[in-house]
Structures are given as structure tokens and as C-alpha cells.
């Protein structure tokens, strides 16, 4: 193929036609990307095309992808892989888990002032208001919530941690950014992002 060497790869001509060869691309560590996929409406009854795919990257390069999947009712479902079991658990429980928050506070940045984008801002309404169907109000409630979930599936039944404490493992197992402040800007971003795709 008389490749020229000062080429990156991926651009050919071969007997006067060009040939592109693509390969497998990546997605950007700890980046949200939309997609639009016809195969997730097959998740169940409420879900939708749309979703928001974030790879989380650790500094020793061990990855988790997290998947926030629009449902057609204005909430958001995380769908996370742990140990080949998927898992689907609402956002508003993630972004409360995260850091200490108010409602005010996740809504004022979800909605970054476009308040007159009524579409926007209905849906952030929705999944707050989720999370008091859930009587989550605090950081620590929405941690015990978690650690309570996935104490089994964390194998950590027979230990002394509290719920708490499992949750926060559990979270540490979900995201790899540098702190729990980048956790919930990607979050963010990608509830914001899923939104707007919407």
C-alpha cells in the first residue's frame, strides 16, 4: 500500500480511489457525549432514544462507563455496570450522593438561569421532586439509600460499615474523577446535555 510515512494513518488511495479507514474511536475521558440510539427504547416501557454516555477514566487508567438515559415521564436513569450486572438508579440520587446540596443548588445549576426554556426546567423539577418521593433530602440520606442497595452486591454484608460508608465505596466504584466536585460537574453536564438533546 505505499503508505506515506510522515501520514497519521487512516487515509489511502488505492488503484485512484481514496479509501478512508476508520477506526474504533474513543470517547474523551470524563467527557459527556449524547447519543441517539432507536435500541434503547427496548430498556422498557418509559425510555427513550436518548442518552449520555461518560467514560471515567482514573489516573491508572481503569475506566466505568456511566449512561444517563432519558425517560419519556422527565426523569433520568444512571445505568452503571459493576461485576457484568447493570444497574439503574435515578440521577437525582447520584448528584445528592455526591456532595452536600440543596435542591436549589442542583436545579440553579442545571438550568444555568434559562429559566424561560420551560422544557428545561420542568424536567429538572421532575427528578427533584423524585428524590422527595424517595424522602431524600440530605447527602447522608441519599449515601444510606445507596450503601443500603448495594451492601449485597458490594459483598460487604458481614462487615461493620455502615450504610453510609458503603455508599461512599460504592460511589469511589462508579466515578473515577479527582474529587467528588469533578464527579458532580460531569454529572451535571451530562443531565444538562441529555436535556437540551431532548
Excluded: W
Aim: proline fraction near 3%; include cysteine; charged fraction near 25%.
Amino acid at each position: 500500500l505505499k503508505e506515506d510515512p510522515n501520514e497519521f494513518g487512516g487515509y489511502f488511495i488505492q488503484n485512484g480511489i481514496e479509501k478512508v479507514i476508520r477506526m474504533l474511536v474513543i470517547p474523551k475521558r470524563n467527557y459527556p457525549l449524547a447519543i441517539y440510539r432507536t435500541s434503547y427504547m427496548n430498556r422498557g416501557v418509559n425510555y427513550t432514544p436518548y442518552a449520555v454516555q461518560l467514560k471515567s477514566v482514573r489516573e491508572d487508567l481503569v475506566s466505568q462507563s456511566l449512561t444517563m438515559h432519558y425517560i419519556s415521564d422527565g426523569n433520568i436513569s444512571a445505568r452503571i455496570m459493576y461485576r457484568k450486572q447493570e444497574f439503574l438508579i435515578p440521577v437525582i440520587v447520584i448528584l445528592k450522593a455526591l456532595v452536600e446540596t440543596t435542591d436549589r443548588q442542583i436545579y440553579d445549576k442545571i438550568v444555568k438561569g434559562q429559566t424561560e426554556k420551560s422544557e428545561i426546567s420542568d424536567r429538572v423539577e421532575i427528578f427533584i421532586r423524585a428524590s422527595k418521593k424517595m424522602s431524600l433530602h440530605t447527602n447522608q440520606q441519599a449515601l444510606e439509600y445507596l450503601g443500603s442497595r448495594f451492601k449485597v452486591i458490594l459483598n460487604l454484608t458481614y462487615t461493620d460499615l455502615k450504610d453510609r460508608e458503603v455508599g461512599e465505596l460504592f460511589l469511589s466504584c462508579l466515578l473515577y474523577t479527582s474529587d467528588a466536585a469533578d464527579d458532580l460537574l460531569c454529572v451535571d453536564l451530562g443531565g444538562r446535555r441529555i436535556l437540551k438533546k431532548q
